[in-house]
């Protein structure tokens, strides 16, 4: 480690709360991009949690009060006719990624509105942390379309348009018009949707997909990743994929994109219809277990898990129901993942999979020290959001005791 480093590092450590190292980090950004990018790319298990999640959220929340200087290009309603325009003026004549959200889901948060481009900013450092792309050739963008948050229309501070969110027509045309004029700009750009809500999500992806290199990080990215966190922990627990049955807390688009590519997995690896996979995933949404009888006020894309089952209305009654071998938590319902639902998993499986994934750390369906405590140190375990490492006493009881590092399932791999 560099001197340097070591300095800027024990700084970022002395300072008494996480936004603060972020707000060191954006401002140590400004001041000097190469030292910043030094330490992030020397250092990312140490930076990453401040820069992205789980700091990231409470930046996005406080954003428009915040000593920030915009990293990222807002799009706002007023730019109809000119998103071209807009673009073009982007000091950057290269660009190879964008990230791009409209503020409406920001990660379990909600509407955030224009603070959203907080999200844009730090998922766009990932590309460079990760993939090694140049900075310079990494966009983040905010489509500021309003915003139906109370308080952040009542805040005299707030930085975005003080409106309530375009719906409709009227956003679909400024869509249409942002990926017309990407092609005209930068025709061979990847777009990557991040946290927009479901009422929306899914449809761009359906729209774009296959007319421009895009994807959704929430539907896809998340999905790739807990597929391959679910593929290493049966390595533990044994079996293979098709001999599972999953639990989801949430039915939204990062649930039923995970349970998507769980079928598509079952199918290309072992044969199985695709609707017959997806009998292998069952949802537990705000109204209890997504079922048939529930068809007539389902959302689109509830409809192929809603299985001919009995409607069970807690989560405590459908683990000791259905009887799954893992429960996955994209519910943002901070602690909805208890003793007695835990304690559960634990006595019918001798390694339950446990993926608690709602971020911000705030939101988690559980923490990693109760997981392992609730299943005496048993648990297969993912989170959304980093968690520390325990001490834990050996199984045998002889020896020191070990340190257990819990994994992460974060989109942030993709």
Request: with cysteine.
């Amino acid at each position: 480690m560099s001197s340097s480093s070591k300095a800027l590092l024990t700084q970022i450590r002395s300072l008494s709360t996480d936004l603060e190292r972020y707000l060191f980090l954006r401002s140590l950004q400004d001041r000097n991009e190469a030292t910043f990018y030094d330490l992030l790319l020397s250092h990312p298990q140490d930076i990453m949690p401040f820069v992205y999640t789980p700091t990231v959220g409470e930046a996005c929340q406080k954003y428009s009060h915040l000593p920030l200087r915009t990293r990222g290009l807002y799009i706002t309603a007023n730019d109809r006719g000119r998103v071209l325009e807009k673009l073009r003026e982007w000091p950057e004549k290269r660009v190879r990624v964008v990230v791009i959200t409209d503020g409406e889901r920001i990660l379990g948060l909600g509407d955030l509105g224009a603070g959203g481009m907080g999200i844009s900013e730090g998922k766009i450092l990932l590309y460079t942390v990760v993939a090694g792309v140049d900075p310079s050739e990494c966009m983040p963008i905010c489509l500021d379309v309003g915003t139906n948050n109370e308080s952040l229309l009542a805040d005299p501070k707030y930085c975005g348009l003080r409106q309530r969110r375009l719906r409709g027509r009227l956003y679909e045309e400024l869509i249409a018009e942002f990926f017309s004029a990407m092609k005209a700009w930068q025709p061979h750009t990847l777009v990557q949707f991040e946290d927009f809500a479901n009422t929306n999500a899914f449809g761009l992806l359906r729209q774009y997909r296959d007319v421009h290199c895009c994807f959704n990080d929430d539907i896809q990215g998340t999905a790739c990743i807990v597929l391959a966190g679910l593929l290493a922990g049966l390595r533990i627990t044994g079996g293979d994929l098709s001999q599972q049955r999953f639990l989801f807390m949430g039915a939204g688009e990062a649930g039923t994109g995970i349970a998507e590519l769980i079928a598509l997995a079952l199918n290309v690896r072992h044969g199985i219809p695709l609707p017959q996979a997806r009998k292998t995933c069952f949802f537990m949404d705000s109204k209890g277990l997504v079922c048939k009888s529930r068809l007539q006020g389902l959302q689109h894309h509830k409809i192929p898990y809603a299985h001919d089952i009995p409607h069970i209305s807690s989560l405590a009654e459908a683990v000791m129901e259905l009887r799954p071998t893992g429960l996955i938590g994209v519910s943002t319902i901070a602690g909805a993942f208890n003793e007695e639902v835990v304690s559960l998993m634990a006595m019918m499986n001798s390694r339950p999979i446990i993926f608690p994934l709602s971020n911000p750390t705030s939101k988690s369906e559980c923490t990693y020290k109760d997981a392992m405590r609730w299943t005496d140190g048993r648990v297969v375990f993912a989170s959304g959001s980093p968690y520390p490492p325990l001490t834990w006493p050996r199984p045998s009881g002889n020896g020191p005791p070990q340190h257990m590092y819990p994994a992460q399932a974060n989109n942030a791999y993709a």
